[in-house]
């Protein structure tokens, strides 16, 4: 069974979460199929604090995938990692 849940990254006290669709039996930072975004909790923006690929996410959850109960909650509150757009690069 596929699994929507978090996976820590980050130093100690200052914690970085991924969002990853991983086989329910994989340790927590084990191997992942898909990353779909990033929870971020430290940041104050809260537009920044949670970017998901939302249409990936609706794809795993209709194809049978649970998503853990914070990860569903992340989703309502996440911004659409496919609407950002990159800042230009600076001119050397």
Do not use: C
Not at 4 to 21: D, Q, T
Not at 46 to 69: C, F, L
């Amino acid at each position: 069974m596929v699994k929507i849940r978090l996976k820590r990254f980050g130093r100690k006290n200052h914690a970085f979460w991924r969002i990853n669709a991983v086989d329910s039996r994989s340790p927590r930072d084990g191997k992942v199929i898909e990353e779909l975004g990033f929870y971020d909790p430290v940041n104050k923006d809260a537009a920044k604090q949670v970017i998901m690929n939302k249409a990936r996410y609706e794809y795993w959850v209709k194809a049978g995938a649970q998503p853990s109960d914070t990860v569903a909650q992340l989703a309502l509150r996440a911004v659409d990692s496919t609407t950002l757009v990159a800042p230009e690069a600076p001119k050397a």
